[in-house]
Nanobody, 115 residues
Framework: QVQLAESGGGLVQAGGSLRLSCTASGNIFSVNTMGWSRQAPGKQRELVASITSGGGTNYADSVKGRFTISRGNARNTVYLQMNSLKPEDTGVYYC?????????WGQGTQVTVSS
C-alpha cells in the first residue's frame, strides 16, 4: 500500500504562482508514474500532469506552458509548479501514484485562484 502526503495549496490571485508537493511512502516500486489531477466544483476529476520514473511528462492542454511537473532527488516526491494561474485552475488537486493498473490517491489540497 502507498500513502501520499500533499502540501502547498492555498489562495492566490490570478497571474500568481503556487507550488504543490507530494511525497509517497509505503510499498513503492522504482518503476512508477506519479501525477496530479484536479476536480473543480460540479466537474469530473481531470488529469493535470504526470511524470514517469524515467522523467517522461504529460500535461493537459489547458496547463501546457504554465505548469511544470518534476521529481525530487529522492524520486518518491513530485512537485507541480503552477505559474500564470487562472480562476479556472481552481479546484482540489490530488496527487496520484500508479504502478501497472493500480492507483493510489492523496487526500487533496485546495487551490483557489481569485480574479
Amino acid at each position: 500500500q502507498v500513502q501520499l502526503a500533499e502540501s502547498g495549496g492555498g489562495l492566490v490571485q490570478a497571474g500568481g504562482s503556487l507550488r504543490l508537493s507530494c511525497t509517497a511512502s509505503g510499498n513503492i516500486f522504482s518503476v512508477n508514474t506519479m501525477g496530479w489531477s484536479r476536480q473543480a466544483p460540479g466537474k469530473q476529476r481531470e488529469l493535470v500532469a504526470s511524470i514517469t520514473s524515467g522523467g517522461g511528462t504529460n500535461y493537459a492542454d489547458s496547463v501546457k506552458g504554465r505548469f511544470t511537473i518534476s521529481r525530487g532527488n529522492a524520486r518518491n516526491t513530485v512537485y507541480l509548479q503552477m505559474n500564470s494561474l487562472k480562476p479556472e485552475d481552481t479546484g482540489v488537486y490530488y496527487c496520484n501514484y500508479r504502478f501497472t493498473a493500480t492507483y493510489s490517491w492523496g487526500q487533496g489540497t485546495q487551490v483557489t485562484v481569485s480574479s
